[in-house]
Structure formats: C-alpha cells, structure tokens
C-alpha cells in the first residue's frame, strides 16, 4: 500500500536524531522508500510536550489518515515512541502500525558492567579471560558509541560501572596529583586473586605490566566525557560502583595512601577522590557504593564500615551538594554485609534520598522467576520508610552458551517485589566482562558486541522492563527479523526448550549453589579453593531443590518414597524430553541457515547435549543413594547407577567435543581464574562412575 516512509518533524535533539536513523535504516531494510517524493507516503509526524521532563519516557501513538503522530512526554519518549515505529516498519511495514500507549513499567532498565579500566585499578573480574579482553576496548570510543546505541534500542537507560577503585585512571584529584595514572596497561599473566579481591595487583602482575594505549590523564577525561556526552543523547544515565576499601593505581606515590580503614590519609584521599570524580563529571548519574569485600567483617564491624563510607563518600558528596545545590546525584548503598536501619541512620544527614540494591537472585538468574532470597533476608521488612530499592540481576550462569525464553523473562519481571518502591534493576554477570566476543575459534572481520551475541537475552529485559505486556508474537518478530531464513515459531520451540534446561537443573541442584563461587551449571564446577570444584554424583545427592518447587531431593525422595513431590526420576524426564524437543527443531532448521543460525542452533544443541547429561547424572544420584541407604543391595541397583553415568559421560564427551570445536577454552574468575576446558573435566565426569561402582561394596559384600 505504501512506497515510502517520510519524517514530517525537524529537530537537532540527538536522540530523536538516533531514532529518526532507525526509522530510516528499517524503512530501507523492508524495501520501502525514505523521505519525500512517494506516490503513497507514510507520514510519521512528532509532537514533544513543551512543560515535559526532559527525559520523560512515556509516549502515545496517534494513527492519522496515511500516517501517524508520536506524542512523547520528552526526548525519552519521542525516542521509545520512534523505535517502536522502526521495529514495527521494519517487522510488518507501516501499515500494521496501531495506536497504542506506553509508559515504563520500571523507571530503570540497567545493565551491569564489570569494568576493567587497567591492571592496575583493575575490576573484580581481572583474573578471567574476558576482562583481559576487554581492557582496550574499554578505551575506544567505538566499542561505548555501539554499546549505547544498542543499549537505547533495547529499551535500556542505565549504564552501572563497576570497579574496585577506579579513581586513578579516570581523574586528576588536585590534593594528590601523583596518584593519576597516565596510559592504559595490561598484564601478560592474570592474578592469583582472593574472592574479596585482595590480590588483583601483585609483583608478578606488575612486571609484566605493558602498555597497550599512550593517553594522558586529560585525555583519558576528555574520553570519559565523550562517552559520558554520548549515553547522554542516547537517554542513558552513568553510574559508577565499588567496592572498599581498595587503593589500587596508588602504589607508586608517596602520599602513603593504603588499603587500612584508620589511615587517615587514606579516608582523606578517597573523599577527595569521589569529589573529583562528581566534579570533573558533571553528566555522571551518581554512585554505589559496598560496605565490602575489604572492609571489617567481624560481628560489630557494620557500623564502623558504615562510618568510614560516610566519612569517604558521604562527605564528598555534601561537597559537592554544597558547590552545585541544583545538580541531582544518587548514592546506592548494596546492602549485603549492611544493616538497612544503620546505613540509614549513619548517612540521614548526607541530604540525599535514600536507596538501596539487593542481589535479588543472588548469582543464579536462570533458577527461578521468583527467587526467595530477598524475602528470607527480610530486605523489604528492613526497608527504611521512604526509602528506594534497586535490584541486582545476576547472570552467572551463561558464560559460553545462550539463552532465549521470553515466557521466562516476562514471569520474572512481573513478579518483581513491592513495585511502587522499586527503581529497577541492572543486569549483568559479576564473573565476566560483557565487552567483545573473545571466544570463537573460528576468525572473524569483526568482534561483535558480548551485547550483540547475547542480544536476545537483553532484548528480552530491555522490552520487557519497559512493557511486560509484549507477546510472543512480539519476539517471534525479532526472530524472523534476525533470521529470516529460519521459521520463527519453530526457532523459539527449540530455544524455549534449550532454555528450560540450566532453571531445572538450577532448580534441582539449589540448596548451597546460591553464589557465583559455588556453582557454574555450563561446566558442572564451583571455585577449587574456596568451595569443591567438580560436582560429583555425592554432591547431587546431598543438594536439595529450591523451597516450594514441589522437587523432592534424592534424600528425601528415597526415605519418602516420592509421596507428594515430583521425583528426580521425573526432573530427569522433564530434561531429556526439552533436550530432544530442543534438538529436533534446531535439527529441522539447518537446511536453510546462514552462518549466524547455524552457531545459534549449534549452541541449542550444545544446552540439550548438557541436557541429558545432567539427566543421567540425577537418574545415576538416585540409583546411588538406593544403595547407599540400603534399599537396593544387589549388584543389579549398583549396576543400575553404573549405567546411568555412564551414560551421562558419553553426553558430556558429547558436549565438550561440540563446545570444543567452536570456543576456546577460557580462564573465569569466579572459579579462581581456572582455564575451564571442557574436555579436561571428563577424568571428573568419570570418576563419578567409579564412585557409584564403589559405593556400598564392602559394607554389602
């Protein structure tokens, strides 16, 4: 019906300028022409309220005779309504553009960014592969102008940086200005850190530091203002997190600042650190700041960390309030290790709302869409009146492969607690760094985005914390849109299915794998100092389900004998039935796929592979556990067991092969920077064999 899509508003506004390209390059893509000239134009015409906030984010979207009218609240609005309009034109053509209203469903859409600025202010990830990776591309203006602009069309309009101590590679501080650091330097070797963070700069780190950017501190600025500049056009607020107390970047100086919370030098220097960080910024949204890994951990240390906080921080930031009594700043405070009505108390006289972050799913993302921690640790109960929230979504869980379930993510999100008090959330891994993809085996022209490979998981949160109310045909869209070849219904059958696979396991395998340290499903493995690596059959029997799951855990299933629970044998079921659901539609897809498919549906196969492996790893646990509480003595029981597992080391073959084909093994940090190979695990894997073979034998003999 129509041959063109023209654009009746004139503005400099860089955001609707940003929107205003996506209208054009969708308009182009669906093979539509752009601008005037058309026999049958598509009129798309914009009204900005004038009284509006200038980041307001609601719009509405009037149908006319030949066109439509955004009416937007602000320039957020007028970029949400236009990049609706795009996807939309883009999907289906401007005819099928309807009326509709929105407003956030969140305030906030975040993502978490583990920064590594330099090995010597490192981010807590530094003794992993990716943030290795990662450190030039955090010096390029390239990599943040593509990040932003892939963030503002996903609906995303918070960047949280976080680093231990990031001061020294970002500003000159006027009352010690030795300690800024000039270039950006890696290490040849990763650090031999402690989980607290203790350790990231160490002398081996140190002399094989090398320089891999010639920058000067004002330049570095000058950079960090560029990018500052930028997400703000793209409605895009900045916030810095750390973690204390640290002093890394500062070693060379003679100031005698260091890591010891009575240095008065030390609370001296970092006050007037966050000072000038709030100063030199002036685009910078606020802080977050932990009562953290290297402060006082003993039983009445909270309010002493709390003091030292408001004596660093706090004190900064009623500086600044005092020299810039207009500007508006958040200070976040996490609140593990911290008492909600103390931090309240310690800092009612900073002058500024209170907020606090919860790790609302822990480390495990892909476990539960209602995740019980934030009510067992009374967070809202302990909520101070008045005060705000935001959430941690962690996502340790996918590190190499990927996930895709709307139905999953949509859940989730609407079942958010107390949604009047709450900001919203910032999503992202803590164990890895989400700059390029670094793990390809095969090369490429390009390294795309962790954001770009890892698009359908934050589209989903982006979208769907904006409106929870899309719909599967919403996504099914986007499938079509990224891979056309494909036919859309039976991609997302595959990868929901694929999807199920790492929650049932999460789910099943639960009590004592809440953090990052304690469990990583992709490689069945915890940290080897801090917990017990590879996780045997014994530690899948002693594990038990998520409360209120209805799983009964092996235990409890064998001493019940599964009356009123769904059994393991059933958990196992539920797997392999995804796995082959999964397998079977990425298998019909193959014919037609392009190469960006194919590795989709490879890493679909991959999660069924891993799939049936945990399936037989849970059906070879219980067989175990029969012998081992002594309800099936017989060599046919144990032999039962034995082939089960065995069964479950032939997927893993499987799986590791697949894997190993196409990534590169890689060190992560939240396993002690251990090189996680795949194919190195399967002595482990085995090994639970010779456990159940084992089991029981002399005491039954």
């Not at 501190?217 to 000058?222: R, S």
Request: charged share 25%.
């Amino acid at each position: 019906m129509y041959d063109t899509v023209q654009f009746d508003a004139v503005t400099d506004e860089p955001a609707i300028a940003f929107a205003t390209d996506r209208l054009r390059d969708a308009t182009i893509r669906s093979g539509l022409g752009w601008g005037t000239g058309g026999r049958q134009p598509y009129r798309v015409g914009l009204t900005v309220e004038a009284d509006a906030d200038a980041d307001r984010q609601g719009y509405r979207i009037d149908r006319t005779e030949g066109g439509c009218t955004v009416i937007a609240g602000g320039r957020a609005g007028a970029l949400y309504g236009l990049l609706r309009i795009a996807e939309t034109v883009r999907a289906d053509g401007p005819a099928a553009i309807a009326d509709e209203q929105k407003t956030p469903y969140l305030p906030y859409r975040g993502i978490k960014f583990n920064a590594p600025l330099d090995a010597r202010t490192p981010g807590y990830s530094d003794d992993g592969d990716s943030a290795a990776a990662a450190v030039s591309d955090l010096w390029s203006f390239d990599f943040w102008r593509s990040l932003l602009d892939r963030m503002a069309t996903e609906r995303y309009n918070l960047l949280s940086l976080w680093n231990l101590h990031p001061f020294p590679s970002m500003v000159r501080v006027p009352e010690y200005p030795d300690v800024a650091l000039d270039d950006v330097m890696v290490s040849d070797v990763r650090p031999v850190a402690h989980t607290t963070g203790v350790g990231m700069v160490d002398k081996r780190t140190r002399e094989s530091l090398r320089t891999v950017a010639t920058i000067g501190i004002d330049d570095k600025i000058d950079f960090w203002r560029r990018v500052m500049a930028h997400a703000h056009d793209r409605c895009i607020e900045i916030m810095i997190f750390t973690w204390n107390v640290f002093s890394y970047g500062t070693d060379h100086t003679s100031y005698g600042i260091d890591d010891r919370m009575d240095n008065p030098v030390t609370i001296d220097y970092t006050r007037a650190s966050v000072r000038a960080l709030l100063r030199t910024y002036p685009l910078l949204a606020g802080i977050g700041i932990t009562a953290g890994e290297h402060m006082d951990r003993s039983e009445h240390g909270a309010r002493r960390n709390q003091a030292w906080l408001r004596s660093t921080y706090g004190a900064a930031l009623q500086d600044i309030a005092a020299e810039q009594p207009d500007r508006r700043l958040r200070l976040i405070h996490r609140s593990h290790w911290s008492d909600l009505q103390e931090v309240s108390s310690v800092f009612d006289d900073v002058g500024l709302p209170a907020e606090f972050s919860y790790k609302y799913s822990s480390a495990h993302l892909h476990t539960t869409t209602e995740p019980p921690y934030i009510h067992r640790d009374g967070f809202l109960d302990q909520l101070p009146a008045g005060a705000r929230f935001w959430l941690t979504v962690r996502d340790d869980d996918y590190y190499l492969l990927r996930p895709g379930d709307p139905a999953f993510v949509r859940d989730y999100l609407r079942r958010l607690p107390s949604h009047a008090r709450l900001n919203g959330f910032y999503l992202g891994p803590d164990g890895y760094t989400i700059g390029r993809e670094q793990l390809r085996l095969a090369p490429t022209d390009d390294r795309e985005l962790v954001f770009d490979r890892q698009w359908y998981l934050f589209a989903m949160f982006g979208q769907l914390g904006f409106d929870p109310h899309l719909t599967d045909g919403y996504f099914r869209d986007r499938l079509r849109v990224r891979y056309p070849a494909a036919d859309p219904a039976t991609l997302d059958d595959a990868w929901r299915a694929a999807s199920m696979i790492i929650p049932a396991v999460n789910t099943f395998h639960f009590e004592g794998n809440k953090f990052d340290l304690d469990w990583y499903p992709e490689a069945c493995l915890s940290h080897p100092r801090q917990r017990h690596g590879f996780h045997t059959v014994h530690d899948f029997i002693a594990a038990t389900p998520l409360p209120g799951s209805g799983l009964l855990g092996i235990v409890e299933d064998c001493r019940t004998g599964g009356a009123d629970g769904i059994r393991p044998g059933e958990v196992a079921d539920r797997l392999d039935r995804a796995a082959t659901s999964a397998t079977a539609a990425a298998e019909r897809l193959r014919a037609a796929a392009d190469p960006e498919l194919i590795e989709l549906l490879d890493d679909i196969v991959d999660l069924a592979e891993l799939g049936c492996y945990y399936a037989d790893k849970i059906r070879g646990a219980a067989a175990t556990h029969r012998v081992i509480a002594g309800t099936a003595l017989d060599e046919d029981a144990r032999q039962q067991a034995v082939t089960h597992l065995e069964n479950a080391s032939d997927h893993w073959a499987r799986y590791a092969g697949r894997v190993h084909r196409r990534y590169r093994p890689q060190r992560l940090s939240r396993l002690g920077g251990r090189m996680v190979d795949l194919r190195d695990l399967q002595h482990d894997v085995d090994y639970d064999i010779t456990l159940a073979r084992a089991v029981g034998y002399d005491e039954h003999r």
